[in-house]
């Protein structure tokens, strides 16, 4: 299995949206409605930003906010806050009992 | 609040077995709801799931380790492992063990890493 596409790197000024994109194919991210987004400050474990495509945990702001179209899903950020630079991987289930992790993108408030 | 917490060596030498466990407090380890997972980060790069396993003791892995890892769970210690054979270099990075509910996908709590460094 290999790895989701994102986009290295992501940036917006306060108050922006933004959107970070994890393309897959068809076997995993068009497959299947489990995809999961993370938020990874330097020297922190990953945060569960987004799951099942557009569930949001509790304690995680309404700004943030997952899509799915075809094997593309999307992470927006309505609204950016300094605090949300951060590193943001997406996963996917891809059958059989596997995950993959997307490669991770660099989000910058300007 | 659920807690994960690793422990094992830092240091592992070429060609031998890495070692973590991993106990958990705060929650059930025995739920039928969880799956316990390994998760790593080689410096620098992105996530990288190795595996998972259910208390009753299934198990699913990354194939590209190639029957490398293994996953085992003590649910009398509240603990779960992780045993990666043959290490090399390439096998230096941060760990993290996780609890996965829900659906597949849904990694929601995380311990906090740890750092395997794989040298002479």
């Known amino acids: 299995q290999s790895a989701l596409t994102q986009p290295p790197s992501a940036s917006g000024s306060p108050g922006q949206p933004v959107t970070i994109s994890c393309t897959g194919t068809?076997?995993?991210?068009?497959?299947?409605?489990?995809v999961s987004w993370y938020q990874q400050h330097p020297g922190k474990a990953p945060r569960l930003m987004i799951y099942?495509?557009?569930k949001r945990p509790s304690g995680v702001p309404d700004r943030f906010s997952g899509s799915k179209s075809g094997i593309t899903a999307s992470l927006t950020v309505s609204g950016l806050q300094a605090e949300d630079e951060a590193d943001y991987y997406c996963?996917?289930?891809?059958?059989?009992?596997?995950?993959?992790f997307g490669g991770g993108t660099r989000l910058t408030v300007l | 609040q659920v807690q994960l917490q690793q422990s094992g060596p830092g240091l592992v030498k070429p060609s031998q077995t890495l070692s973590l466990d991993c106990s958990v407090s705060?929650?059930?380890?025995?739920?039928?709801?969880?799956?316990w997972s390994w998760i790593r980060q080689h410096p620098g790069k992105g996530l990288e799931w190795i595996g998972y396993?259910?208390?009753?003791?299934?198990?699913y892995y990354n194939p590209s380790l190639k029957s490398r890892a293994t996953i085992s769970i003590d649910t009398s210690k509240k603990q779960f492992s992780l045993k990666v054979t043959s290490v090399t270099a390439a096998d230096t990075a941060v760990y993290y063990c996780?609890?996965?509910?829900?659906?597949?996908?849904?990694?929601?709590?995380w311990g906090r890493g740890a750092l395997v460094t794989v040298s002479p």
């Open positions: 068809s076997s995993d991210v068009g497959g299947y409605d489990y």
């Open positions: 396993i259910h208390h009753s003791g299934s198990t």
């Open positions: 996780a609890r996965n509910s829900g659906g597949y996908d849904t990694i929601d709590y």
């Open positions: 705060g929650g059930s380890i025995n739920s039928g709801d969880y799956y």
């Open positions: 996963c996917s289930y891809a059958g059989s009992g596997n995950l993959v």
């Open positions: 099942e495509v557009i």
